[in-house]
């Protein structure tokens, strides 16, 4: 029998393991349970917070505030609100966060293409030889206006190098690459030290203005079809050899 691949929903969590690493802890954005205090201390330190579920999926339910000239702005999805005062803020989150777990989150300036904001998904896997080999990387590029990048919030798939190349010279790109690669493995080994049945994980990594990386979450779940869209036909081979082999989607024979 073999052992099942293990899923870690809370985001809580697995921040929680990735900020014990020295090495990781300059890419993950400072992240705290939402409460009223620590709403008002984030927004003291940062002109821009997320705040989203713990457990959540799809960019359902992330909120992006920000301090304005005449008080905050809230957004979720394409719907924003401006209110003038910090207990005002507070109410209209409390409407989201009142039922679950939520999460605060220093806010990352994403860089865009065509106005549109973009993050990159690095997909990390378990190889033949049972070491953490990032596989597949993949930009994501949001809807027009929207908060969130995710497919599921009208979000489109695009190659890293189509949207780095606004930014970036050819050889800086192919640079980048490299290391967004180096920071999937590590982020796998570091998290295999909690979760030693890890096999496969997707980071969400945001690149702000200045070029700096950040890992805003790490999927346990990720979904290995959408590298079928890279024209390197390749690249979603061993992305799907790989899975195949620790059953993280099933041969055809099997019965699901
Ligand atoms: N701290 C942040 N700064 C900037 N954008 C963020 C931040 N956190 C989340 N986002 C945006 O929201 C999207 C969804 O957030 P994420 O933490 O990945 O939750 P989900 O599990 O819903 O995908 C991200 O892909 C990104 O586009
Ligand atoms: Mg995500």
Do not use: C
């Not at 596989?135 to 995710?150: D, E, K, Q, W, Y």
Request: a positive charge; glycine letters at 8%.
């Amino acid at each position: 029998m073999t052992l099942a691949i293990q899923r870690v929903r809370s985001k809580w969590a697995k921040t929680k393991v990735l900020n014990r690493s020295s090495d990781l802890r300059q890419y993950v954005p400072l992240t705290k349970r939402f409460n009223r205090e620590t709403l008002r201390s984030m927004l003291e330190e940062y002109e821009m917070v997320y705040v989203k579920p713990d457990s959540g999926t799809f960019g359902k339910g992330v909120i992006r505030v920000e301090k304005t000239s005449e008080g905050y702005r809230y957004q979720i999805q394409k719907d924003a609100r401006t209110v003038a005062t910090f207990d005002g803020l507070y109410e209209g989150l409390q409407r989201y966060t009142g039922k679950k777990g939520y999460l605060i989150q220093k806010g990352v300036y994403l860089l865009k293409h065509q106005k549109r904001r973009f993050d990159i998904r690095v997909m990390v896997q378990k190889n033949l030889q049972n070491k953490w080999e990032t596989t597949a990387i993949l930009g994501r590029l949001s809807a027009p206006h929207n908060v969130v990048t995710n497919y599921h919030s009208g979000g489109t798939m695009m190659t890293f190098e189509k949207l780095m190349s606004e930014h970036l010279s050819a050889s800086e790109i192919s640079a980048y690459s490299s290391r967004l690669k180096k920071l999937g493995t590590a982020i796998g080994r570091q998290l295999s030290t909690a979760y030693p049945n890890l096999k496969e994980l997707g980071a969400d990594v945001a690149i702000d203005t200045k070029m700096h990386p950040w890992v805003l979450e790490v999927n346990t779940k990720p979904h290995p079809y959408i590298y079928k869209i890279l024209a390197d036909k390749s690249v979603y081979r061993k992305v799907r050899k790989y899975s195949l082999a620790y059953g993280g989607i099933k041969g055809k024979r099997s019965s699901r």
